[in-house]
């Protein structure tokens, strides 16, 4: 199987920085798209910021300058830098990878989803 393992998230007063990691591991033969998704109390999930296997990416206008999204694919891991953070940031942060995983000579490839990481931003 494949498990996401989110880290870094926490408590951080406005207009400060944090970083978020998420590491994929198990049995993965490949990793395509990562991304990051938020979901606030109330509200729906919603796409932060995506980066393709070839380091593409897209933003949400409302964190465009203040986050970049990057991932290490060496280590199956894709990061979340979040600057100047706003008490509308606050949520719970997932991450989402596109994997393919080999299963003797079958390939698989399905959406894997982090447990999810509380951001809290208040002074």
């Known amino acids: 199987q494949v498990q996401l393992v989110e880290s870094g998230g926490g408590l951080v007063q406005p207009g400060g920085p944090l970083r978020l990691s998420c590491a994929a591991s198990?049995?993965?033969?490949?990793?395509?798209?990562m991304a990051w998704y938020r979901q606030a109390p109330g509200k729906q999930r919603e796409l932060v910021a995506g980066?393709?296997?070839?380091?593409?990416?897209n933003y949400a206008d409302s964190v465009k300058g203040r986050f970049t999204i990057s991932r290490d694919n060496a280590k199956n891991t894709v990061y979340l830098q979040m600057n100047t953070l706003k008490p509308e940031d606050t949520a719970v942060y997932y991450c989402?990878?596109?994997?393919?995983?080999?299963?003797?000579?079958?390939?698989?490839?399905?959406?894997?989803w982090g447990q999810g990481t509380q951001v809290t931003v208040s002074s």
């Open positions: 980066i393709a296997i070839g380091g593409t990416t």
């Open positions: 198990g049995s993965i033969f490949s990793i395509g798209d």
């Open positions: 989402n990878a596109e994997v393919t995983r080999s299963s003797g000579s079958h390939y698989y490839t399905n959406h894997y």
